[in-house]
């Protein structure tokens, strides 16, 4: 059963919106901040630090994610019921994200807040590979017509699953590494989006506007 994926991408757009939007949420005043003086302010200001760095980076895990999955909805021309599925599941991980944000803002210095913002963290990654290779194995990019667009298109997607599986080994890594170096934990979680802004030589928005001209 060949599915449109439009519907698909909107809904997941619309999930990790609404995700990111919750964890702003997360990111209370003190009760008693308009009473204090410039001073005394600053400093209950500066006790919220925490949370807004744990938001800073979840936003950035997040808006990778997204762009990420707007890239692969841009490459693939159907999809099919347990693909739906798998989506959903990445869906789940994403959306469960600020909850150990909002555990890490509250209590970076607890190795367990960095152990569970790991887990999710890993989970996510390892739905998203799901997905992609999915795609892959059924062949949901592939226009067998085209020779140069389906070599292009493997290209993209073998660079997207090295970084997908060295974000999951760093991932996976901070899970044990909370409970010896939170350091080292919180050093595992920018391997990802470190990988993310290293170019590698595909441009995937020329690549989805040349595979979107040919579906035309």
């Known amino acids: 059963m060949n599915i449109a994926t439009?519907?698909?991408?909107?809904?997941?757009?619309?999930?990790?919106?609404?995700?990111?939007t919750i964890m702003v949420f997360d990111i209370k005043l003190p009760d008693n901040i308009m009473h204090l003086s410039n001073k005394r302010e600053l400093k209950e200001l500066l006790v919220l630090s925490p949370?807004?760095?744990?938001?800073?980076f979840s936003f950035t895990v997040l808006g990778i994610m997204w762009l990420?999955?707007?890239?692969?909805?841009?490459?693939?021309?159907?999809a099919d019921?347990?693909?739906?599925?798998l989506n959903l599941h990445l869906l789940f991980w994403l959306s469960l994200i600020p909850f150990p944000t909002n555990l890490l803002g509250a209590a970076p210095d607890l190795s367990y807040s960095a152990a569970i913002y790991g887990i999710v963290l890993f989970m996510s990654s390892f739905a998203f590979m799901l997905l992609r290779r999915y795609a892959i194995?059924?062949?949901f990019f592939?226009?067998?017509?085209?020779?140069?667009?389906n070599t292009s298109v493997n290209k993209a997607n073998r660079r997207a699953i090295v970084k997908n599986y060295i974000g999951m080994a760093a991932y996976l890594i901070s899970i044990p590494a909370s409970f010896w170096s939170l350091y080292a934990a919180y050093a595992c979680f920018a391997v990802a989006p470190i990988l993310f802004f290293i170019p590698d030589g595909v441009d995937d928005e020329v690549l989805a506007e040349k595979i979107i001209e040919k579906n035309e």
């Open 6 to 20: 439009n519907r698909v991408e909107a809904f997941s757009d619309c999930v990790i919106s609404i995700a990111i």
């Open 51 to 56: 949370q807004l760095v744990a938001y800073l």
């Open 68 to 78: 990420n999955h707007h890239h692969l909805f841009h490459m693939i021309r159907k």
């Open 81 to 85: 019921e347990k693909f739906l599925w």
């Open 137 to 139: 194995r059924h062949n």
């Open 142 to 149: 592939f226009m067998e017509e085209e020779h140069a667009l």
